[in-house]
């Protein structure tokens, strides 16, 4: 199975553009938020995709709390949590409220101490059932992101939906949009368990399995 072409320069840098000139750093956008979810896209990004030149930009979407929204604590341990893991370790399973951004930002830096690592916070660009779907693509476009990657929630089987045989599939709007809509590479990431890897989808791979 092949994999997905993420742009990751063999060399581990971005190399040169055109007439030996130094290629354009490229921006990479991590959707921030205080859950497990948020961590295990940023432990796949800063493993599998940033390299060293690459800018990274941490997003979040201040939305009004509700009871669905998802804000789980950061990094709980459960069958598919990232407890124990590096990144989970440097954030401390305690970082909440205005410190999780900080705390992402320096896992960036821990990894990738060149990096050029920002955290931004933005209010939503519009109402609805996609409001935060729709201010990320709309940041993602203005700032011209090459990746974008955003945890996939998984969500209660009562809260799945049926598929034609009958199983039940977690849906994730916000992902699932982004994907859908974003100009640029967007990517999903679930992790499955401690050490069974990552569940990745974008708009041309879906459900594909990277073991850890």
Not at 37 to 64: C, F, K, Q, R
Not at 83 to 99: C, E, K, R, V
Not at 139 to 145: A, F, K, L
Request: charged share 20%; glycine share 14%; hydrophobic share 35%.
């Amino acid at each position: 199975m092949a994999l997905i072409d993420l742009g990751r320069g063999g060399g581990g840098g971005r190399g040169a553009g055109a007439g030996g000139a130094p290629a354009k750093p490229r921006l990479v956008m991590i959707v921030a938020d205080p859950g497990r979810e948020s961590t295990a896209a940023m432990e796949w990004a800063l493993s599998h995709s940033i390299v060293e030149g690459d800018d990274i930009l941490l997003l979040h979407v201040n939305m009004p709390h509700h009871p669905h929204n998802g804000a789980a604590g950061p990094s709980r341990s459960s069958s598919g949590g990232t407890a124990g893991s590096p990144i989970a370790a440097l954030l401390g399973g305690g970082a909440d409220g205005g410190d999780f951004m900080e705390a992402m930002r320096a896992a960036c830096k821990a990894r990738y101490p060149r990096a050029r690592v920002h955290g931004t916070r933005v209010e939503p660009a519009t109402e609805g059932r996609e409001a935060k779907a729709q201010t990320i693509l709309a940041e993602s476009q203005r700032r011209r992101v090459e990746l974008l990657v955003i945890g996939h929630r998984r969500l209660s089987s009562f809260l799945g939906l049926r598929s034609s045989s009958g199983s039940s599939r977690a849906h994730d709007s916000t992902a699932e949009f982004l994907i859908e809509h974003s100009k640029c590479l967007c990517v999903s990431v679930q992790k499955k368990g401690q050490n069974a890897g990552y569940l990745l989808n974008t708009k041309t791979h879906k459900n594909f399995w990277l073991l850890a």
